[in-house]
Nanobody, 119 residues
Framework: QVPLVESGGGLVQAGDSLRLSCAAS????????MGWFRQAPGKEREFVAE????????SYADSVKGRFTISRDGAKNTVYLQMNSLKPEDTAVYYC????????????WGQGTQVTVSS
């Protein structure tokens, strides 16, 4: 298992920025990719961004490209999601997750952190 703990959520206004953090512990050597997902009220959970644990390659959902940046601090085993130009539609609970293979399921999940963007 890879316990994950998110932090950094909050209430902001449209156009503001937030940085989410996800601290990983335990069997981090088994991680292939770390990702961020979000779930808005009444909607299904959706992919936001992911980063390779070793090669730092990244990908993003079209809805956040150019506004969000995922990064990783190897020394701290922490993944970040820098969110700029926030919109009300970004309001959701944000979760970080880990998977062990390139195309495998995300199997380790954090508890989530609430992001609310007011208009």
């Amino acid at each position: 298992q890879v316990p994950l703990v998110e932090s950094g959520g909050g209430l902001v206004q449209a156009g503001d920025s937030l940085r989410l953090s996800c601290a990983a512990s335990g069997r981090t050597f088994s991680v292939y990719t770390m990702g961020w997902f979000r779930q808005a009220p009444g909607k299904e959970r959706e992919f936001v961004a992911e980063i390779g644990w070793n090669d730092y390659s990244s990908s993003y959902a079209d809805s956040v490209k150019g506004r969000f940046t995922i990064s990783r601090d190897g020394a701290k085993n922490t993944v970040y999601l820098q969110m700029n130009s926030l919109k009300p539609e970004d309001t959701a609970v944000y979760y970080c997750a880990a998977r062990r293979t390139r195309f495998g399921r995300y199997v380790d999940w954090g508890q989530g952190t609430q992001v609310t963007v007011s208009s």
